[in-house]
């Protein structure tokens, strides 16, 4: 379990961070106080009647974010609302309303 607290951490919260310090609990603050992110996720909502057209969806956009954007291969969640996410770990942080943007970019 350390290992994957570990690791967490590393991909996904800001150095300086809480949750960074004394590890994330069941829900990490993403976001800095100056309002900068490491993490950006992206949901897959199952819509009625959609089996596997959701997952090949979620999979086309995880292999896009790679070939496209150069992105590492994103972690994927499964959502208590139904669906999945895509966790995107970024290598600087960035200003969550460019994250908001890029992401309502894809949905495009």
Request: glycine content about 10%.
């Amino acid at each position: 379990m350390d290992k994957l607290l570990s690791e967490l951490t590393r991909l996904y919260l800001l150095p300086d961070s809480p949750a960074a310090q004394t590890g994330p609990g069941p829900a990490a603050d993403l976001v800095s106080a100056a309002g900068f992110t490491r993490a950006i996720a992206i949901p897959f909502r199952k819509a009625p009647g959609e089996d596997a057209q959701h997952w090949e969806r979620l999979c086309a956009v995880a292999n896009g974010l790679q070939a496209d954007f150069g992105f590492p291969a994103p972690a994927v969640s499964v959502a208590s609302t139904g669906g999945f996410m895509l966790w995107l770990s970024l290598a600087a942080p960035v200003p969550v309303a460019d994250a908001r943007r890029f992401v309502a970019g894809l949905g495009r």
